[in-house]
């Protein structure tokens, strides 16, 4: 359930959770008794455990932690795959 801001006139603030359905617009002040009206805040969402959190995470760590990379050719001095494709469409590609 989502977290709601309230202020009331005295300036307390505080957090109430309600379902999106039921959150109030005014809510009792816990603290002096007085209407408190809700304010409109910035959501708090959460991206850790997510790919984007991951992907984030590892491009701050490579800035100063950067993977090591070796300049050895795979076996045999030629890079793997084949170099030449069967689909009909790649014939009327220029070639070089």
Do not use: W
């Amino acid at each position: 359930m989502p977290l709601y801001e309230f202020r009331c006139p005295e300036g307390t603030q505080f957090e109430a959770s309600f379902s999106m359905s039921q959150a109030p617009q005014v809510l009792d002040c816990p603290a002096c008794g007085q209407a408190s009206r809700r304010r409109i805040s910035a959501p708090k969402l959460s991206l850790s455990g997510s790919a984007e959190f991951k992907l984030i995470d590892s491009t701050k760590r490579s800035a100063h932690e950067p993977e090591v990379v070796s300049n050895r050719l795979p076996a045999g001095g030629k890079a793997s795959g084949s170099r030449y494709t069967h689909n009909p469409l790649h014939q009327k590609l220029p070639r070089p």
